[in-house]
């Protein structure tokens, strides 16, 4: 066991309390179901961007942008192809007990551009 490893229980716990008191009036209201969309990107070297998100009354938070990157993660890991845009439409939901629900349908973005030679 390392010291850090000694201390990261306590240091976690104080960083939650942190984010709470900085941050708690952005919060999602738990079991509040907000409706709406975000847009990301999955670009060509591996690397995911989160473009947009608009949903209902929900302002940006600690715990929103944890939620919104970790669902952008497992959706890439299980069936996005590099270089592609996404649209989620649905309903995003915090629960008490910390974790979240994005439910909605995810659809590729064709986007048309022209290339340049010369």
């Given at each position: 066991?390392?010291?850090?490893?000694?201390?990261?229980?306590?240091?976690?716990?104080?960083?939650a309390?942190?984010?709470?008191?900085?941050?708690?009036?952005?919060?999602?209201?738990?079991r509040?179901?907000?409706?709406?969309?975000?847009?990301?990107?999955?670009?060509c070297?591996?690397?995911?961007?989160?473009?947009?998100?608009?949903?209902?009354?929900?302002?940006s938070?600690?715990?929103?942008?944890?939620?919104?990157?970790?669902?952008?993660?497992?959706?890439?890991?299980?069936?996005?192809?590099?270089?592609?845009?996404?649209k989620?439409?649905?309903?995003?939901?915090?629960?008490?007990?910390?974790?979240?629900?994005?439910?909605?349908?995810?659809?590729?973005?064709r986007v048309?551009?022209?290339?340049?030679?010369?």
């Amino acid at each position: 066991m390392t010291l850090a490893d000694a201390f990261a229980k306590s240091e976690a716990v104080y960083r939650a309390q942190i984010e709470a008191h900085t941050f708690g009036h952005l919060a999602p209201e738990p079991r509040r179901v907000y409706h709406g969309h975000m847009l990301f990107a999955f670009g060509c070297f591996g690397d995911h961007q989160i473009i947009e998100t608009d949903f209902d009354d929900l302002p940006s938070s600690p715990w929103f942008f944890d939620d919104i990157n970790d669902f952008v993660s497992r959706f890439i890991e299980k069936k996005a192809e590099r270089g592609t845009l996404y649209k989620f439409e649905g309903h995003y939901i915090k629960f008490k007990n910390g974790r979240y629900a994005m439910r909605g349908v995810t659809n590729v973005v064709r986007v048309d551009y022209a290339r340049r030679t010369g």
